[in-house]
T-cell receptor, first 115, second 112 residues
Framework: AQSVAQPEDQVNVAEGNPLTVKCTYSVSGNPYLFWYVQYPNRGLQFLLKYITGDNLVKGSYGFEAEFNKSQTSFHLKKPSALVSDSALYFCAVRDGAGGSYIPTFGRGTSLIVHP | NAGVTQTPKFQVLKTGQSMTLQCAQD?????MSWYRQDPGMGLRLIHY???????DQGEVPNGYNVSRSTTEDFPLRLLSAAPSQTSVYFC???????????FGPGTRLTVT
């Protein structure tokens, strides 16, 4: 079975400060990990993914995420937050073993960047 | 590329009515899926398909039917609408190899 947890319902950060949105996961095999962003009244947009290779993954809009196998985490980060980054962020995991192709999504974390 | 398109954007139904939510993609993706999004519940998978003629149930399939006659289209049918089906519905597509999905803009459905 696969699962993903986003332990914070909401993250508040001041504009210009670094931001982190947390995600932990559980899978049987090697994880495929994803981050998506959802702006109000829009569909989800793919930001970045980790499948294999470098543990630090860079994605759209200046976001990056660090894969940590020992802590089973895949936290989303950005060095300097913008007010326009305020949105709902979803982490997702897919088990790379056994031919599974259905991802499990976290419940989402609302990021609020204050001017 | 238009990406993933969904129609209608908004719909109001009365209890017991049926309707079809349309979804189309022009990226030749083999994998397509339907989710519903409810406050505090995140995304829940309704049905998915890994190719034309192949569909399967997700986490919350009751009350919904799907079909996949072409690679491009993946309609979702509500058989007899219930107030519990009031939600925002998203269609998504992707490739099994790459893993990420591309989402449509959503359909906001209200059942009274």
């Amino acid at each position: 079975a696969q699962s993903v947890a986003q332990p914070e319902d909401q993250v508040n950060v001041a504009e210009g400060n670094p931001l982190t949105v947390k995600c932990t996961y559980s899978v049987s095999g090697n994880p495929y990990l994803f981050w998506y962003v959802q702006y109000p009244n829009r569909g989800l947009q793919f930001l970045l993914k980790y499948i294999t290779g470098d543990n630090l993954v860079k994605g759209s809009y200046g976001f990056e995420a660090e894969f940590n196998k020992s802590q089973t985490s895949f936290h989303l980060k950005k060095p300097s937050a913008l007010v326009s980054d305020s949105a709902l962020y979803f982490c997702a995991v897919r088990d790379g073993a056994g031919g599974s192709y259905i991802p499990t999504f976290g419940r989402g974390t609302s990021l609020i960047v204050h001017p | 590329n238009a990406g993933v398109t969904q129609t209608p954007k908004f719909q109001v139904l009365k209890t017991g009515q049926s309707m079809t939510l349309q979804c189309a993609q022009d990226m030749n993706h083999e994998y397509m899926s339907w989710y519903r999004q409810d406050p505090g519940m995140g995304l829940r998978l309704i049905h998915y398909s890994v190719g034309a003629g192949i569909t399967d149930q997700g986490e919350v399939p009751n009350g919904y039917n799907v079909s996949r006659s072409t690679t491009e289209d993946f309609p979702l049918r509500l058989l007899s609408a219930a107030p519990s089906q009031t939600s925002v519905y998203f269609c998504a597509s992707g490739t099994v190899l790459a893993g990420e999905q591309y989402f449509g803009p959503g359909t906001r459905l209200t059942v009274t």
